[in-house]
């Protein structure tokens, strides 16, 4: 591969013997493209399989947020409930009933 940044007149050269092969510039780009395109595949997919990771990450994000609001509340009516216990008989054990304080 040459360098030819800054040279002219070795551009001149190259592009002169390129255009007697028949090849421009449109031409140059499909064969560089056409070689790179194994390497822009696997770049892709790891790209795909980041975005992939990442939806399933914040989707379980979500579910986790959702499951802790519930268990907050459902903790919440639990630990503001009053609890009454009455004794039917000394020989029974107690019987308690849970009572909800909310309206």
């Known amino acids: 591969m040459y360098d030819l940044e800054g040279d002219e007149r070795r551009n001149v050269d190259v592009a002169t013997q390129l255009s007697k092969g028949g090849y421009d510039a449109d031409a140059l780009n ?4 056409v070689k790179g395109i194994a390497t822009l595949s696997v770049v892709e997919k790891l790209l ?24 907050e509340q459902v903790n919440k009516r639990l630990i503001s409930s009053t609890v009454s216990c009455r004794r039917r008989q000394p020989s ?12």
């Open 92 to 103: 029974r054990a107690r019987r308690c009933r849970f009572r909800a304080s909310d309206p």
């Open 48 to 71: 795909a399989s980041a975005r992939r990771q990442l939806s399933v990450t914040l989707r379980e994000a979500l579910v986790r947020r959702e499951f802790k609001v519930r268990a």
């Open 30 to 33: 499909a064969s560089a493209f």
